[in-house]
């Protein structure tokens, strides 16, 4: 054999090789931001859930404020009904009007609790579609190593098995959309 020869093999060799390498260069470089874009939205529904925490947070406080205002003038009122007062009329406007707020805060507390519990399922929600977005990162990831392998190895059931995994985290990081 010529040397000639030889290096036609040699180059017929080395595109045989590349054109396998092709489509596996092109699946990891399409893993790859794939991870990227999970992982963005997966951060930012971390950060709504954080978010949503503290506006729950600030809720059950604002809720807990009204519930001592309501206390404190419930036994305001209670200690007036009780005690004798010089200016009787005067004292029964204030019992009237203090049993007015007590009223209206009652009312308010059960607002106050709604939108606060209205806050803690948006937490939940959101910490339920986060799950998934990490899932789908993790074997986004696994993927792309497994696919990795391929170009090490030279076989190409490391890319297949790469796409599988690949797929079932495009399919987990979509779920992410459909849960509420």
Known sequence: ????????????????????????????????VLVAVVTVMGHRTHTEAVLNQAKASDQWNFYQAKNIRSTISDRASGLLSVTSATDKAKADKLAKDWA??????????????????GFEEKVEQAEARAVRFDLGEALLEIALVISSITLLTKNRAYWLFGLVVGLAGIVVSGSAFLLK
Request: charged share 35%; net charge negative.
């Open 1 to 32: 054999m010529e040397a000639n020869e030889a290096g036609e093999l040699q180059e017929h060799a080395e595109h045989a090789q590349e054109s396998w390498s092709k489509p596996v260069a092109f699946t990891m470089s399409v893993l790859a």
């Open 100 to 117: 007015d707020k007590q009223a209206k805060w009652t009312g308010d507390l059960k607002e106050e609790e709604e939108k606060a519990r």
